[in-house]
């Protein structure tokens, strides 16, 4: 990475409604270094993903803010940073396990780390109960 090109922060309460907020305003701002149609898309995944479960599992559908952070520098990264104050994960590794969730309800497939590890270069996903989780994701652009 070189230097920091441009930057944003957006604090969105933690409604479903927002989720496509903050897919929407990340990509706005990531058009700016003209990304592919691919590249874009990817990243709308990954902030879905990674917001959903922020609403989902970190408050359990209750009232709570939801942190994102865009960084992208001169050589084309980027990083996303998804952060909450919610109920945080007790074993991040399993939780990143593909089919694993924490939801009773049969509506949740599990997916959502495999999913942001997809479609980004790398993810790393910080917890402490109680705490919150923060989801660092990063995407070189071509």
Do not use: W
């Not at 990674?50 to 709570?64: E, L």
């Not at 593909?98 to 993810?123: I, K, N, W, Y």
Request: charged share 25%.
């Amino acid at each position: 990475m070189k230097r920091i090109e441009n930057q944003m922060k957006l604090y969105l309460p933690s409604l479903s409604v927002n989720e496509s907020m903050a897919r929407q305003a990340v990509a706005a701002f990531i058009a700016q270094l003209n990304p592919t149609i691919e590249e874009i898309s990817d990243i709308k995944c990954a902030v879905s993903e990674a917001v959903t479960n922020a609403i989902v599992h970190g408050y359990k559908y209750k009232s709570g803010m939801i942190y994102i952070g865009v960084k992208y520098y001169s050589d084309r990264t980027v990083i996303i940073e998804v952060r909450d104050k919610g109920c945080g994960i007790q074993d991040v590794k399993e939780a990143m396990t593909p089919l694993f969730t924490t939801d009773t309800s049969g509506e949740r497939s599990g997916m959502g780390f495999a999913v942001m590890q997809t479609f980004t270069d790398s993810l790393d996903v910080r917890s402490k109960l109680n705490s919150g989780v923060r989801i660092l994701m990063t995407k070189k652009l071509g």
